[in-house]
């Protein structure tokens, strides 16, 4: 008996964005009473519910149902490495347009592919995949932990920026925006929570210099990594406005997480993220070009993300300045749409995918 049984191909350390979105799927599987088979990739999280949820499900690896349904939930490139299944189902989270040869054959080696946006899909049709053998899933946000409190009492505006820190992701030109959005007289602060576990020391030291050198670096306040995920949510408590000038995302847990936690947000209009961040929810910096992506240490011209030159950097600041001058603070719009995407939903729209009737 083969109905929902699932072996589950998956990131279990819960530091990536692939090991939040997989394991919070995952449980939220089981508590739909699917039946997991789970096949941990890399390190295991120390987390206590989360352990004992993997190990749990984890022992029955060895009387794994090989006529089972599988699911990997990993890179674009490394969809290959299945256990034995009626059918092999990949879904990737990717942040380019293109697609490299490589990613290109990965993909193609799997039965039936999932995607978490609709732009998703749209990168994978215009590389010409089957649209047939695509479905979309949109990820979540857990709103149990992020939600809304109350900000210590102070009169500072602080905005907060979350992920690690890298080009695609913007931080680049965050520091650029801030300095052109205020001056020294303005009561304000610019918090990061940057760490990028895969740079080197040299790499790091470069992204610190261009903070410590800008006209406003000792207004930008740099954090350490947080143990849990409960601290990055008061983290993000703390400050007033989230702002995320990324070139390319695959989803963008960050934005979602910020909104369940009903801070204003200041975001790109492109990418992962247009599958939940509209006029209504967000400050939307449009985008009308693309450009080769390039950093020289992660993307080396294999696809487009977003162009952001002067207009978009002006568009940054005067949301900046706005949110800063009348305070905004608050977003029940977009604490509507993270509810609306939770871990629940994403699980039962898979269900519904991998079990179609």
């Known amino acids: 008996m083969t109905n929902n049984k699932l072996n589950y191909n998956f990131a279990a350390n819960n530091r990536t964005g692939y090991s939040i979105a997989s394991v919070n799927i995952g449980m939220q599987l089981s508590e739909l009473d ?21 190990l749990h499900n984890h022992y029955r690896t060895k009387l794994c149902d090989y006529k089972a349904k599988a699911l990997r939930l990993w890179h674009q490139h490394d969809l290959y490495d299945f256990p034995i299944c009626s059918e092999r189902i990949g879904f990737p989270i990717f942040e380019l347009n293109k697609f490299t040869a490589h990613e290109l054959h990965s993909i193609n080696s799997v039965d039936r592919l999932i995607v978490c946006s609709k732009w998703g899909k749209q990168v994978c049709v215009d590389n010409r995949l089957p649209e047939t053998k695509i479905s979309v899933c949109p990820l979540g946000v857990d709103t149990k932990i992020f939600s809304p409190r109350n900000k210590p009492p102070g009169d500072k505006y602080i905005f907060v920026n979350l992920g690690k820190a890298e080009v695609r992701k913007g931080h680049d030109i965050l520091v650029e925006i801030f300095n052109k959005a205020f001056t020294k007289a303005d009561n304000v602060e610019l918090w990061l929570l940057p760490h990028n576990p895969f740079l080197t020391k040299e790499q790091e030291k470069e992204w610190l210099k261009l903070i410590k050198d800008s006209p406003l670096g000792y207004k930008i306040k740099i954090f350490p990594p947080l143990s849990t995920h409960e601290d990055v949510s008061n983290f993000i408590c703390r400050a007033d406005c989230a702002i995320f000038p990324h070139r390319a995302e695959g989803w963008g847990l960050e934005n979602l997480e910020s909104m369940a936690c009903n801070l204003p947000v200041i975001t790109t209009n492109y990418s992962g993220t247009s599958e939940y961040s509209t006029k209504d929810n967000s400050f939307l910096v449009d985008i009308t070009e693309k450009e080769i992506a390039n950093d020289g240490i992660f993307f080396h011209g294999q696809g487009e993300w977003a162009k952001i030159g002067n207009k978009e950097i002006d568009q940054f600041v005067d949301y900046m300045k706005y949110c800063y001058d009348n305070r905004i603070n608050k977003n029940p719009e977009g604490y509507k749409t993270a509810k609306k995407f939770s871990w629940r939903n994403s699980a039962e729209i898979l269900k519904e995918i991998i079990w179609e009737k």
Request: include cysteine; glycine fraction near 10%.
């Open 34 to 54: 699917c039946d997991l088979t789970l096949f941990p990739i890399g390190g295991m999280t120390q987390e206590k519910n989360i352990y004992k949820w993997v």
